[in-house]
């Protein structure tokens, strides 16, 4: 297993959700302008890690993210670990900012998603403007350039503003599920409770295509958690495919499903097997446990010594 990162990017200025996260792991915390920029700073070496934003409960992925993971053309990057991080979304001001004085508001995309409705309610008139970072636009709000932002309560004293309005999300509850990425070495040890991210690439487009994929990992009882096409850039209606399944690298059968995988797809990203932050465990139907394999795999070589 590599040695832990001891500087670490993130998703910045401080004050992001993402500093919100980070906080939690030990080491210098080092903020980026963008998730691009953080994971250019890993691939330079810059910094060991980054921890960066993949996907919400309520928005889904984080494309930028994906992209980045998925990008041939770069460096490959691989994900060492996983933060889940409840998020509560406040409306923020200067001091003294009233509801009915605010004409601009700025945030992130994602965040901008998650409040759109409690915004057209109570700021119909206001110009959303979208920003790198929910702490970029509160730093933008504490200087003058827009009237509001929406973002993490944190920022409210990072950068000397008031709440407005706290609870502006439209589904409470959210979480954001942050990765943990670094240059590619030895995975954590397999707990038993851990995920392993890919992109696969077609070999050519025909149909069944994305179902040939699927069958490898139903095949060998590899649950599949997330599954999502993302554009390659080669064309209209060329897309990869970026997925999440249960179970670590160093398990039959995941590695078998990598195998096969490998002789079908054109490329085939391996983006890291880690521990899932909720601890759940994978559901291991009869018939694809290691043992099973290592049995079956025996059994085939001691056909072949027949007669030997």
Same mark, same amino acid.
């Given at each position: 297993?590599?040695?832990?990162?001891?500087?670490?990017?993130?998703?910045? *200025?401080?004050?992001?959700?993402?500093?919100?996260?980070?906080?939690?792991?030990?080491?210098?915390?080092?903020?980026?302008?963008?998730?691009? =920029?953080?994971?250019?700073?890993?691939?330079?070496?810059?910094?060991?890690?980054?921890?960066?934003?993949?996907?919400?409960?309520?928005?889904?992925?984080?494309?930028?993210?994906?992209?980045?993971?998925?990008?041939?053309?770069?460096?490959?990057?691989?994900?060492? =670990?996983?933060?889940?991080?409840?998020?509560?979304?406040?409306?923020?001001?200067?001091?003294?900012?009233?509801?009915?004085?605010?004409?601009?508001?700025?945030?992130?995309?994602?965040?901008?998603?998650?409040?759109?409705?409690?915004?057209?309610?109570?700021?119909?008139? =206001?110009?959303? #403007?979208?920003?790198?970072?929910?702490?970029?636009?509160?730093?933008?709000?504490?200087?003058?350039?827009?009237?509001?932002?929406?973002?993490?309560?944190?920022?409210?004293?990072?950068?000397?503003?008031?709440?407005?309005?706290?609870?502006?999300?439209?589904?409470?509850?959210?979480?954001?599920?942050?990765?943990?990425?670094?240059?590619?070495?030895?995975? *954590?040890?397999?707990?038993?409770?851990?995920?392993?991210?890919?992109?696969?690439?077609?070999?050519?487009?025909?149909?069944?295509?994305?179902?040939?994929?699927?069958?490898?990992?139903?095949?060998?009882?590899?649950?599949?958690?997330?599954?999502?096409?993302?554009?390659?850039?080669?064309?209209?209606?060329?897309? +990869?495919?970026?997925?999440?399944?249960?179970?670590?690298?160093?398990?039959?059968? #995941?590695?078998?499903?990598?195998?096969?995988?490998?002789?079908? +797809?054109?490329?085939?990203?391996?983006?890291?097997?880690?521990?899932?932050?909720?601890?759940?465990?994978?559901?291991?139907?009869?018939?694809?446990?290691?043992?099973?394999?290592?049995?079956?795999?025996?059994?085939? =070589?001691?056909?072949?010594?027949?007669?030997?």
């Amino acid at each position: 297993m590599s040695p832990p990162p001891t500087r670490i990017g993130y998703l910045g *200025p401080p004050g992001s959700f993402a500093h919100e996260a980070v906080r939690g792991l030990p080491g210098e915390h080092v903020a980026a302008a963008s998730v691009a =920029a953080a994971l250019a700073a890993v691939r330079a070496g810059e910094v060991d890690a980054a921890l960066v934003p993949f996907e919400n409960s309520i928005e889904g992925s984080v494309a930028g993210t994906l992209d980045e993971l998925g990008e041939l053309s770069a460096a490959p990057l691989h994900i060492a =670990a996983e933060v889940l991080l409840s998020v509560h979304f406040a409306l923020l001001g200067r001091p003294g900012t009233t509801l009915d004085s605010v004409t601009t508001v700025a945030t992130h995309p994602h965040a901008e998603a998650q409040c759109r409705v409690w915004l057209a309610a109570h700021l119909p008139g =206001a110009e959303v #403007v979208l920003a790198a970072s929910t702490s970029t636009a509160a730093r933008d709000v504490a200087a003058g350039r827009y009237d509001a932002a929406v973002g993490s309560p944190a920022a409210k004293a990072v950068y000397g503003l008031a709440v407005l309005q706290p609870d502006v999300a439209d589904s409470p509850g959210a979480v954001t599920r942050f990765v943990l990425v670094r240059r590619p070495g030895p995975p *954590p040890a397999p707990t038993g409770a851990d995920r392993t991210t890919l992109v696969l690439y077609e070999r050519d487009d025909h149909p069944g295509v994305l179902l040939e994929m699927l069958t490898e990992f139903a095949l060998r009882g590899v649950n599949l958690t997330r599954l999502e096409s993302r554009p390659t850039g080669a064309g209209l209606g060329r897309y +990869c495919f970026s997925l999440d399944c249960d179970g670590h690298l160093a398990d039959a059968r #995941v590695g078998e499903a990598l195998v096969a995988l490998r002789r079908i +797809c054109a490329e085939v990203r391996f983006c890291g097997s880690y521990p899932r932050a909720d601890g759940a465990q994978a559901f291991v139907r009869p018939g694809v446990a290691d043992a099973d394999f290592a049995a079956a795999q025996g059994w085939l =070589a001691s056909l072949r010594t027949l007669g030997q």
